[in-house]
């Protein structure tokens, strides 16, 4: 066990005034996280940000944006207007430089704009979520916009795979008879941006049904990591799939294969950790008695003596260099959790079997207030992280330099409350152009899709 050198900022240093980004450090042995990845930069950030005359977005000098979609406008296939919620989202490489960005919508029973229903593109006609695909030119140009999966229920993040399709995850379990709903929910399915009726609305059964939030494929096993959301203790835990036919391609996950839980032997809850550096050997994957959950869900379920290992709040997961990175958002005590933090960044190295976690932010750093906390992150075009911040208050993206240093990258504008009560969409799905010339980033609600542009190296 190693603890890393620590040291102390507040937000509103990070965040000061017009966005004029600090030097300040994250703790833990930050240049683990980018292991594989171009050199980062050796700045604090991209410097102050700019008040947005139009009121949407605000970035540093040099950058610029542009508004590709909105909800409530007309999709171009003609299929209805775009859906809402907008949230996790990949940009798959296509042909002749296009780009498939396909975007998932986190509607529930009540949402306002339901993606519309398609033959041969639906799952359940009850159900509200699903995935819509943009396809780009190489200067971020919309020439299509359409649905890729319907009828699927909170449709909260997920990720890419090494054949360039989307594993969109519900982040909901609910059995059919519940909310209206016709079928069983809580499944990922797989969807190609390019051509979604390749792909249609098949749920991928053996990779287990839970409140999933977040995949990352390793490009060489073909494993599959899974984050499970979970509100309520006992929380989520961290799984594995190991597929019958691994990288096999467009529709190869149908073919099955094993789920298996995370054992930390002696921690069965994440948050108790608090040292970067902290280091856990001999891993232990625990196959799932029931993946279907058809009584129970497997949080709850049986994992023998020695029990399983759980998290509050599992979030964002992603693929670099060799290792699995996910995210807990934050654990409170009072919640149920058996410490307190407001975001935690893990490390798995299937090679060694170990997890170690690599970054913490406060109570110690303060990094982050009570409830503003980690969400979706992704390696950024610089080698550096980007990170989806999900609180109160006005909402940023937060740029991470190799060196741990934190900047403000872009503040939402959309103030969605009254003067006296402001409430600002968060910030999800962001993710980067295949060559690494666009940040593409949504804003929750009212929801919006962004390509940003400028000085990225």
């Not at 069983?184 to 049904?209: K, N, Q, S, W, Y």
């Not at 997890?355 to 932010?361: H, N, R």
Request: hydrophobic fraction near 35%; glycine fraction near 14%; include cysteine.
């Amino acid at each position: 066990m190693s603890t890393a050198p620590r040291t102390t900022a507040t937000r509103r240093q990070v965040l000061a005034g017009s966005g004029a980004a600090a030097a300040i450090a994250f703790t833990g042995a930050f240049s683990e996280l980018f292991a594989g990845t171009a050199a980062a930069r050796g700045h604090n950030g991209y410097g102050p940000l700019v008040p947005d005359p139009d009121g949407l977005l605000d970035l540093p000098k040099g950058f610029r944006y542009r508004v590709l979609s909105r909800e409530g406008e007309p999709l171009r296939s003609g299929e209805g207007p775009v859906p809402s919620n907008h949230d996790g989202m990949a940009a798959l490489r296509g042909r002749n430089g296009r780009i498939h960005l396909v975007r998932n919508h986190e509607n529930r029973h009540t949402a306002e704009i339901g993606v519309p229903t398609i033959e041969g593109l639906t799952y359940d006609p009850a159900a509200k979520g699903g995935c819509t695909s943009l396809e780009l030119d190489g200067r971020n140009k919309v020439l299509g916009e359409r649905v890729a999966i319907a009828g699927t229920a909170v449709n909260c993040a997920g990720g890419p795979t090494p054949w360039r399709t989307w594993l969109t995850c519900e982040e909901n379990e609910d059995k059919a008879g519940t909310n209206g709903y016709t079928k069983d929910h809580g499944f990922i399915f797989e969807v190609d941006g390019a051509d979604p009726r390749r792909t249609g609305a098949v749920p991928l059964t053996a990779m287990g049904r839970f409140q999933h939030e977040a995949i990352a494929v390793d490009p060489k096993s073909g494993i599959v990591y899974e984050t499970e959301d979970a509100f309520e203790k006992p929380f989520g835990l961290f799984y594995r799939f190991l597929p019958e036919k691994p990288l096999g391609g467009t529709g190869s996950l149908r073919a099955g294969g094993e789920l298996e839980a995370m054992r930390v032997p002696g921690v069965p809850d994440l948050s108790v950790v608090q040292e970067t550096g902290t280091s856990f050997d001999r891993i232990e994957w625990v196959p799932v008695p029931d993946p279907l959950a058809k009584e129970t869900p497997i949080r709850l379920q049986d994992f023998g003596p020695k029990g399983i290992t759980h998290a509050q709040k599992l979030e964002g997961c992603y693929w670099g260099g060799s290792s699995v990175y996910f995210v807990s958002s934050f654990a409170h005590r009072d919640e149920g959790s058996a410490a307190d933090h407001y975001g935690q960044v893990w490390l798995y190295e299937p090679k060694k079997r170990r997890l170690t976690l690599v970054v913490i932010f406060g109570p110690d750093t303060d990094i982050q207030l009570p409830g503003e906390s980690p969400d979706n992150i992704c390696l950024a075009a610089d080698g550096g992280l980007m990170v989806c911040e999900d609180g109160g208050g006005a909402q940023h993206v937060l740029g991470v330099t190799r060196r741990g240093e934190v900047y403000a990258m872009a503040r939402g504008r959309q103030n969605i409350g009254t003067p006296e009560e402001p409430e600002w969409g968060e910030f999800a799905g962001v993710t980067f152009s295949p060559d690494g010339s666009t940040m593409y980033v949504n804003c929750y609600t009212p929801g919006t899709t962004f390509a940003v542009t400028g000085p990225w190296c």
